[in-house]
């Protein structure tokens, strides 16, 4: 069955540094989003992804973070100067229409 | 700010009991609607969706929606331990080109066996 991968699993970063969240959506999906989840809270909307372009993103995606895709496949999340804040859960997501496919998540712990 | 509650819980019910997860949406514009299962330290999974207003049934699982009084729940038939998990409550407001859901807190279920 096709799914969404992500990688890192983990990631462990220091306060101030960069790094960026890989998201392999389903093949035939056309909308791609990325959410957050800080431990104990609930799944924020950050970005969504369509024809290129960003279609809508939230307070929380700030110019901290941008996303692309490089290719016919990847779809990535950069967070620019990571601040502790930053911890959480990211997942991405992808659909065809309506209906959403969560990837198995990034935990990126902010140091 | 468009909201969407759900008791947080949690819920805890014997194995073979029917399971009841309620949730409400503020956005009268809210098209779709979700139940998602999350595993603690895992990814929401979708279990079911409904868009029309009545009942929804997939196996042991019956999505209800109530537009006029914005109030969507699941039931959960024969609850297993296997089904004790964090319940997410999603709603889309769909149209342009994103469908982008917005989630409760979600319901956490204890099925005791």
């Known amino acids: 069955e096709p799914e969404v991968t992500q990688t890192p699993s983990h990631q462990v970063t220091q306060m101030g540094q960069e790094v960026i969240l890989r998201c392999v959506p389903i093949s035939n999906h056309l909308y791609f989003y990325w959410y957050r989840q800080i431990l104990g809270q609930k799944v924020e909307f950050l970005v969504s992804f369509y024809n290129n372009e960003i279609s809508e993103k939230s307070e929380i995606f700030d110019d901290q973070f941008s996303v692309e895709r490089p290719d016919g496949s990847n779809f990535t999340l950069k967070i620019r100067s990571t601040k502790l804040e930053d911890s959480a859960m990211y997942f991405c997501?992808?659909?065809?229409?309506?209906?959403?496919?969560f990837g198995s998540g990034t935990q990126l712990s902010v140091l | 700010q468009k909201e969407v509650e759900q008791n947080s819980g949690p819920l805890s019910v014997p194995e073979g009991a029917i399971a009841s997860l309620n949730c409400t949406y503020s956005d009268r514009g809210s098209q779709s609607f979700f139940w998602y299962r999350q595993y603690s330290g895992k990814s929401p999974e979708l279990i079911m969706s409904i868009y029309s207003n009545g009942d929804k049934e997939d196996g042991r699982f019956t999505a209800q929606l109530n537009k006029a009084s914005q109030y969507v729940s699941l039931l959960i038939r024969d609850s297993q331990p296997s089904d004790s998990a964090t319940y997410l409550c999603a709603v889309n407001r769909s149209g342009g080109s994103n469908y982008k859901l917005t989630f409760g807190k979600g319901t956490l279920l204890t099925v005791n066996p």
């Open positions: 997501a992808s659909s065809l229409t309506v209906e959403l496919f």
